[in-house]
């Protein structure tokens, strides 16, 4: 604040020797300045220098506060969108490609499933999720949410598929 008054004081003073210069007459006289410019004493250079450098370096470092201010991240802004834990696997005659899958209880879960011969699916019949059924070369998805822990099988649906060993553990902890 203290330097805010003097540049002030200061920059009237440079404008009313501007002016007086300006006029062409050497008897022009200044205006009294206001109570509160009068109980400032007039700084030499040196002072007035030194203190435009320092309101200049406060206004560079509140600049620079408001900036990092600005740059952190809200956490309340950004709605938390569930990450979906996606796994590909294909299917053959009696079997598929994974025998495992674990996922988190809550996880939303996508199974893209591909058939790699013959007329195939996958089913979990506990989350109420089944691909279509699809043929060699073709593919199918299903997205879920896992809200219950536990050991689920998966299997695929088609013909006597299952009872041949064509199954699977989808694990929820």
């Not at 002016?19 to 009068?38: D, F, I, K, V």
């Not at 002072?47 to 809200?74: I, K, M, R, S």
């Amino acid at each position: 604040m203290k330097y805010k008054i003097i540049a002030i004081s200061v920059t009237i003073v440079l404008a009313l020797f501007l002016l007086m210069g300006c006029s062409g007459s050497e008897e022009a006289t200044a205006p009294e300045p206001a109570a509160e410019e009068a109980a400032v004493p007039a700084p030499d250079a040196g002072e007035v220098e030194e203190a435009v450098v320092e309101e200049q370096a406060d206004e560079e470092e509140e600049t620079e506060e408001a900036d990092t201010e600005l740059e952190e991240p809200e956490e309340e802004e950004a709605p938390a969108t569930p990450e979906v834990k996606e796994f590909r696997l294909s299917g053959k005659n009696y079997e598929f490609s994974l025998d495992e899958i674990k996922v988190n209880q809550g996880d939303t879960v996508k199974i893209v499933f591909r058939s790699e011969s013959g007329s195939h699916d996958w089913v979990v019949d506990e989350f109420d999720a089944a691909t279509e059924r699809v043929q060699a070369d073709e593919e199918s998805s299903v997205e879920f949410v896992a809200d219950k822990a536990g050991t689920f099988e998966f299997y695929c649906s088609v013909g006597d598929h299952r009872t041949r060993g064509m199954v699977g553990k989808l694990i929820v902890e």
